[in-house]
């Protein structure tokens, strides 16, 4: 969530450091369905997508690199060995990241723009996205920008998409975040949707990571949950790399307690997402695909047909 606070703190967790050669790997299960008129998806297995994304050379671009979240997701890749590419809007936010990281300018509003972003890419983190609930603002950024660079994909890449806490209440801003998420979830593409607490409203001692399914939190408040910046950017670059975190989606707050190093107990604890559908494991089914505008149905067909045909 968008949350502003004084202090901005790049304190890192230590965690093994993946070199080149990892492999940037999962199963590619996501639901493969066509949707019809009446919204409704006509699932199917695709058993070619069922495959292994690997790379002698991992290059991860993050989309909204000059954020609050996408500055330490920069900073965490390059650290871990990765060819790390930035997205920005102004090549003078070069200095915002280390020597040595590609600053790629473009426009996520506009597709035309962003093909260099991508070429060779194998991973891809999403940290962009808008608060409020201006109408036009929330479906060009929190939505388009997903749509737009998974659009110029030429070749499968791992995705890691931040949203929000409390995405699945019902609001201008919100809807179009989950429409998002269900982009992602349509591409075919192996992927974790990260939904984090509030940046940074954590206290020293809660460093405890917990991984919640359903987006039950709902109160606007930092209430729903808490945690540091540097977690959140460590979770969706490890996210890119674990199997175990294949076609998960979790909420994602740090309680009481000292950090963990290793990660993969908490993502291989979590259930799937469901294959056939379209939503996060055991979130509440109050946006009907249904009800959905016909441009939404429209980019959910054309992803699935562009990634997975």
């Not at 591409?187 to 206290?203: C, E, H, M, Q």
């Not at 996210?239 to 908490?266: H, M």
């Amino acid at each position: 969530m968008n949350r502003f606070t004084i202090n901005f703190f790049l304190t890192f967790l230590l965690v093994p450091s993946l070199l080149p050669g990892t492999t940037l790997a999962a199963s590619l299960q996501s639901p493969t369905a066509v949707l019809s008129k009446d919204g409704k998806a006509n699932a199917k297995h695709n058993p070619e997508m069922e495959e292994i994304v690997n790379t002698d050379k991992p290059i991860v671009l993050v989309v909204g690199a000059s954020g609050t979240i996408g500055q330490p997701a920069v900073a965490e890749s390059f650290r871990r060995g990765y060819e790390t590419r930035a997205l920005v809007r102004d090549p003078a936010q070069a200095r915002l990241f280390p020597d040595g990281v590609q600053v790629v300018v473009g426009d996520l509003t506009r597709a035309e723009t962003l093909h260099k972003a991508v070429d060779g890419v194998t991973g891809i983190i999403f940290t962009h996205g808008i608060g409020g609930n201006n109408p036009k603002g929330a479906e060009q950024v929190n939505y388009g920008a997903v749509r737009n660079v998974l659009s110029v994909l030429k070749a499968p890449a791992r995705i890691a998409l931040m949203t929000a806490v409390g995405v699945t209440r019902p609001s201008v801003g919100h809807d179009w975040k989950r429409r998002g998420e269900r982009l992602v979830r349509a591409s075919g593409l192996p992927y974790t949707i990260v939904r984090p607490g509030w940046f940074d409203y954590n206290a020293p001692d809660q460093q405890r990571l917990v991984l919640r399914q359903g987006d039950t939190h709902w109160s606007g408040s930092p209430s729903d949950g808490v945690v540091a910046r540097a977690q959140i950017a460590q979770v969706l670059v490890a996210s890119l790399t674990s199997p175990a975190a294949n076609r998960k989606t979790f909420e994602l707050v740090a309680e009481q307690g000292t950090a963990q190093t290793d990660l993969e107990p908490l993502f291989s604890a979590l259930p799937a997402d469901p294959a056939d559908g379209y939503d996060g494991n055991q979130d509440r089914d109050n946006l009907p695909l249904a009800n959905e505008p016909s441009i939404v149905i429209r980019d959910l067909n054309d992803i699935r047909r562009q990634l997975n045909d």
